[in-house]
């Protein structure tokens, strides 16, 4: 069973960055595609960024593109999330999944997240 944890959330000014981490466990991490998603309070769970098993191909939504940047190691069974610039509007649980090929549709129960808040 996939175990996924979330970390490196917390409280940022607007304009301040963070670094998200996410460690997978129970599954060969170097060949499948990841991603990272968020939930604000009263929305639906929406796709933040994507990165390919090897790491050449990265996707992102276009509210985050150019200020977040997706990573992983494989060595260290670790997907990263860099968040540079943020907005009030990026405060939401963030989560990590694993991905279906080719899609962002997630495969695994979900982690507990890591909250971000951006105050203005």
């Known amino acids: 069973q996939v175990q996924l944890e979330e970390s490196g959330g917390g409280l940022v000014q607007s304009g301040g960055s963070l670094r998200l981490s996410c460690a997978v466990s129970?599954?060969?991490?170097?060949?499948?595609?990841m991603g990272w998603f968020r939930q604000a309070p009263g929305k639906e769970r929406e796709f933040v960024a994507r990165i390919s098993w090897i790491g050449f191909t990265t996707d992102y939504a276009d509210s985050v593109k150019g200020r977040f940047t997706i990573s992983r190691d494989n060595a260290k069974n670790t997907v990263y999330l860099q968040m540079n610039s943020l907005k009030p509007e990026d405060t939401a649980v963030y989560y990590c999944?694993?991905?279906?090929?080719?899609?962002?549709?997630?495969?695994?129960?979900w982690g507990q997240g890591t909250q971000v808040t951006v105050s203005s």
């Open positions: 999944n694993v991905l279906r090929m080719g899609s962002t549709s997630p495969v695994s129960s």
């Open positions: 129970g599954r060969t991490f170097s060949r499948d595609p």
